[in-house]
Each structure stands twice: as structure tokens, then as C-alpha cells.
């Protein structure tokens, strides 16, 4: 039996000012990957990992941080923005209206301020998580 890997939004990208990390990385293989910045990978092993599991990917722990804690400050002085997809009904004229999925930009306060059945209700599915470069290099 052939076990495929799922690798869609295994991804590390960078521009002049920040750097994207695609969400279904878990925090172990987060930290071994060579294409992440390695000050993000310094700071997810200093603060992040004695918090959270290394098989834990960085999707599920988005989604169910809390709004209270010092992750969330971290996250909020790195400057993170969230990119989401949410279901949202587009009202149509004279027809009935159509549900689809938008994609949005949270910032850390947005998301930890949505509770787990509001997350539910709206669809939510994380993608990818973004921080400043500045920022990091200031922490």
C-alpha cells in the first residue's frame, strides 16, 4: 500500500518584509525544515514548543489558542496576520443566495477573540500564518 504525504500548505515563503509559513507543518518538522527563516524556528523552539506538542500542526494550535496567555502577545508582537477561509452567503438579485468561501486576513485578536462555536459556525479553516521580519528581528 503506497502512503501518500500530504504536503498543501507545507510551504515557506519570503518577501522584502515578512515571511509566510503554510499551516499544515507540525511543529516538528517546523523546526526541521531548512527553507524557514531560522530566527522564526529559533523563536517557535524557545516559546512556542514547550507550550504546545511536537505533532501538533500550526493550524490546530491557532484554533484553539486562547485569547488570554503570552503566546497570544508573542504572536501580537511579531506582528502575525492569519489568513483564513470563511464561509460567507453572497446575497444575489432575484435568485437564492450562494455560500462560498472568501479568504480574509485575522490578526491575532481577531481570531483568539472568536469562540470555538463561532469558529464552527463561519467555517473557519486556517491556511497560512504571517509575521514581520522587523518584528522577529527585534525579539
Same mark, same amino acid.
Given at each position: ?9 507545507? !510551504? $515557506?515563503?519570503?518577501?522584502? $518584509? =515578512?515571511?509566510?509559513?503554510?499551516? %499544515? !507543518? ?14 522564526? =524556528? ?12 511536537? +505533532? ?16 497570544? /502577545?508573542?504572536?501580537?508582537?511579531? %506582528? &502575525? ?7 460567507? #452567503? ?16 485575522? @490578526?491575532? +485578536?481577531?481570531? @483568539?477573540?472568536? @469562540? /470555538?462555536?463561532? %469558529?464552527? &459556525? ?5 491556511? #497560512?500564518? $504571517?509575521?514581520? /521580519? ?6
Amino acid at each position: 500500500m503506497n502512503r501518500t504525504v500530504y504536503e498543501d500548505y507545507k !510551504y $515557506s515563503m519570503q518577501d522584502t $518584509s =515578512r515571511v509566510y509559513v503554510g499551516c %499544515k !507543518y507540525t511543529f516538528g518538522e517546523l523546526l526541521d525544515a531548512e527553507e524557514v527563516l531560522f530566527k522564526f =524556528r529559533m523563536l517557535v523552539q524557545k516559546y512556542i514548543v514547550p507550550e504546545a506538542d511536537l +505533532e501538533d500542526t500550526l493550524e490546530t494550535h491557532l484554533y484553539y489558542l486562547e485569547p488570554t496567555g503570552f503566546l497570544v /502577545k508573542l504572536y501580537k508582537q511579531m %506582528k &502575525a496576520r492569519i489568513k483564513v477561509n470563511v464561509i460567507e #452567503e453572497k446575497k444575489r438579485l432575484f435568485r437564492k443566495p450562494k455560500k462560498e468561501y472568501v479568504t480574509k486576513q485575522f @490578526t491575532i +485578536e481577531q481570531l @483568539t477573540g472568536m @469562540t /470555538k462555536e463561532e %469558529k464552527e &459556525a463561519c467555517g473557519l479553516v486556517i491556511q #497560512e500564518l $504571517s509575521v514581520s /521580519k522587523f518584528a522577529i528581528m527585534g525579539l
